[in-house]
């Protein structure tokens, strides 16, 4: 079994800066495709990036050049390092396990069979 669960979330103006992390029990990170999630309320969920078992990362247009991927693999965890935060980055986060080396791109939900509980971030203007 599979635990994952998110910490980090929390409540910033607009410009900000939050780094989430996901820590993995009875699972090696390193083993597996990681994504992040996000929904907000009414949306559906969406991809924000990912990062393949050998390293390397994807994001979604809308983060890209803000937010960043890494792993610690001694730690067994995840991060989301979200710099710049906008209001429209308001959401429920969730970190995503699938049992692929590569990363799907684009990153879609129903690839991932492991989430966690997920963290809100909420960006005020």
């Known amino acids: 079994q599979v635990q994952l669960v998110e910490s980090g979330g929390g409540s910033v103006q607009s410009g900000g800066s939050l780094r989430l992390s996901c820590a993995a029990a009875g699972h090696t990170t390193s083993r597996d495709c990681m994504g992040w999630f996000r929904q907000a309320p009414g949306k559906e969920r969406e991809g924000v990036g990912g990062?393949?078992?050998?390293?390397?990362?994807s994001y979604a247009d809308s983060v890209k050049g803000r937010f960043t991927i890494s792993q610690d693999n001694a730690k067994n965890t995840l991060y989301l390092q979200m710099n710049n935060l906008k209001p429209e980055d308001t959401a429920m986060y969730y970190c995503?396990?699938?049992?692929?080396?590569?990363?799907?791109?684009?990153?879609?939900?129903?690839?991932?069979?492991?989430w966690g509980q997920g963290t809100q971030v909420t960006v005020s203007s």
């Open positions: 995503a396990a699938a049992p692929y080396p590569h990363c799907p791109i684009p990153l879609r939900a129903y690839w991932f069979n492991d």
């Open positions: 990062i393949d078992r050998d390293g390397p990362t």
